[in-house]
């Protein structure tokens, strides 16, 4: 039986134009292409007429494939000798699953290669006019993820190292916690009026920020009605956007 080949590929943040060159030949070479919900769906007209197209979208709470079936759907489709190309949003390395996905392929020693992308945490920011280093402002950055497995809750996150230890945190899939994220950074050290920023979509044309401090977002980001996806973004050069909000200015989708 000869096997086919596994592309775990970083679609990029929303923007179809910010997907990588190899992760655009990745899609037009496939046999399958199972894709999860945050990608542009634009990208799947670069698809081959014939690829067969499989949504493993994940909403929170609500899964349209379990990990476990998508699994499964990987190797079965690798072992039937195809080309598949496992499309996901963002950074597959970035809270994007690629690890048990690519330990399962390694398993049935199925070829695989992982495609980086350009990460939300990065990405979305930059859009709303916030760089996440500067050299005034910022010298770490640390990507942190808003929400924990039920059964650990949010006590493998280091709080204290968090709020001490780093000028710009990102959190992904927190907008549910952003109460209890400002909570714990204000509780562990970091000061109240910490400047913060919230951006839902971002790089797409629906993208808003609303921004405040780390006493002031969660209601500001509940009056807007923010909902997920959305990146919250905590420090100092969140105050950059006002002099740097190009996106908002700029029809880059004309």
């Known amino acids: 039986m000869n096997k086919g080949k596994v592309y775990l590929v970083g679609a990029g943040p929303g923007d179809p134009k910010l997907i990588t060159v190899y992760g655009m030949e990745c899609i037009q070479k496939a046999d399958v292409i199972a894709y999860d919900r945050l990608i542009n769906k634009e990208l799947l007209n670069y698809a081959k007429r014939d690829a067969e197209l499989i949504y493993c979208g994940k909403l929170p709470g609500k899964h349209e494939l379990i990990q476990e079936q998508i699994h499964d759907l990987l190797v079965e489709k690798a072992m039937e000798g195809k ?20 330990e399962i392929l390694a398993g049935h020693d199925i070829p695989f290669e992982i495609v980086p992308g350009v990460t939300a945490g990065i990405a979305a920011p930059a859009y709303a006019g916030i760089p996440v280093t500067h050299r005034d402002h910022a010298g770490s950055f640390t990507i942190v993820t808003g ?89 100092e050069v969140v105050q950059l956007r006002e002099k740097i909000r190009w996106f908002d200015k700029v029809d880059v989708f004309a």
């Open 147 to 235: 929400h924990g497995r039920k059964e650990k809750g949010q006590d493998f996150i280091n709080w204290r190292a968090l709020a001490e230890g780093s000028d710009t945190i990102a959190f992904y899939m927190g907008i549910g916690n952003l109460k209890n994220i400002c909570k714990e950074l204000v509780s562990h050290g970091k000061s109240p009026d910490t400047p913060a920023a919230v951006i839902e979509w971002g790089t797409t044309k629906h993208q808003r920020t609303v921004t405040g401090t780390l006493a002031t977002i969660e209601r500001e980001a509940r009056a807007a009605a923010i909902s997920h996806p959305a990146m919250i973004i905590v420090g």
């Open 83 to 102: 080309t598949v190309t496992r499309l996901k949003g963002g950074d597959p390395c970035v809270f994007g699953r690629v690890g048990e996905e690519a």
